[in-house]
């Protein structure tokens, strides 16, 4: 189907940006992990930027390369400090809460987009397809705020760069912590690990009353993603393990609300564990704080009233409205 605009464009810009954080990075002699930080951040690009391109042999070695860096901790930031953080401070100043609106674009152009852009043409031609809807009103708001960024601050465009870089470089190799785990996720699923599991429930659990298959399955949710890091992975092995068989097939229950809930209920799990590098640790990080469990510490309330609301409304939700599966 022809559009105007496909995600497919928006991964070679993105591909591309990481090529150009890792040419800066090969071009900083400081740097204290120069040629591995380079090639860690070209082969990341590369692999976006020519994904479908190449056979998926290649990518996975690729993938191997990168891990291998980070395992051997080839991959680092340089040092930051500019000795000008007075300057920048007085810049926050003056331009005030004026700086939260390339923030808060990002979400409202998402979220529009998502429900709009599929449904909108152009000379005929729709511009973007109904799958990609969303994804692609992501994009488009990441480059309207920072075009908005620019306006209000009146950098240079160089400026993405060198920022976008730091950050980059400064969250590191857990930038690719999700997809993997995710990954993950579907070659457990492809290896039966749903069944087992399914299995194992079936002999330790009285899942003949629709309230525990509930428990169950949200616990399971969780417990899987605090041991994989990611609600994504633990998704496919639940659902295929638990919620299928006796949520849905059971007892009859919405597949559409239990998946969304028991989303819900492993997002709980992120809250929880250090797996989930990119949230629990790359924080700490940032704010230089004195304990890497800092963040999980203040969470774990929340993720626990989180996990019982969620709980509590889909066993009075799921079973409540008809499945409509055969």
Do not use: K
Request: aromatic fraction near 8%; glycine fraction near 10%.
């Amino acid at each position: 189907m022809t559009t105007w605009l496909t995600l497919e464009g928006f991964l070679v810009l993105a591909g591309a940006y990481l090529v150009v954080v890792g040419a800066r990075i090969a071009a900083n002699p400081t740097h204290p992990r120069r040629w591995g930080s380079a090639l860690f951040w070209l082969l990341l690009g590369v692999s976006i930027m020519a994904g479908r391109q190449v056979p998926a042999e290649i990518i996975g070695y690729a993938v191997l390369v990168m891990t291998l860096l980070a395992a051997t901790r080839q991959v680092a930031p340089p040092d930051f400090s500019t000795g000008d953080e007075e300057q920048l401070n007085a810049r926050a100043e003056r331009l005030g809460q004026r700086l939260l609106a390339p923030v808060l674009l990002v979400p409202v152009v998402a979220i529009a987009g998502g429900f709009m852009l599929g449904r909108i043409e152009f000379a005929g031609v729709p511009i973007a397809a109904l799958g990609q809807a969303s994804q692609i009103s992501l994009a488009l708001g990441g480059l309207l705020a920072l075009a908005l960024a620019f306006a209000l601050t009146r950098a240079r465009p160089v400026v993405a760069a060198e920022e976008g870089g730091r950050l980059l470089q400064l969250i590191s190799w857990t930038l690719i912590l999700p997809q993997m785990l995710a990954a993950l996720g579907g070659i457990f699923a492809q290896a039966g690990v749903g069944d087992e599991i399914a299995r194992i429930v079936a002999a330790l659990l009285p899942v003949q009353h629709p309230v525990v298959a509930v428990v169950a399955y949200c616990a399971g949710m969780t417990l899987f993603t605090v041991m994989m890091g990611n609600a994504f992975a633990a998704f496919p092995v639940m659902t295929l393990g638990i919620g299928l068989p006796f949520i849905v097939q059971a007892h009859g229950g919405n597949p559409a609300l239990m998946g969304a809930i028991g989303m819900l209920c492993g997002y709980c799990g992120t809250l929880l564990t250090p797996m989930a590098a990119n949230f629990n640790l790359v924080p700490v990080r940032l704010l230089e704080l004195r304990r890497d469990t800092a963040v999980i510490r203040a969470q774990v309330p929340f993720a626990l009233a989180i996990w019982i609301f969620n709980v509590v409304a889909m066993c009075l939700a799921v079973y409540r409205f008809p499945a409509n599966v055969p």
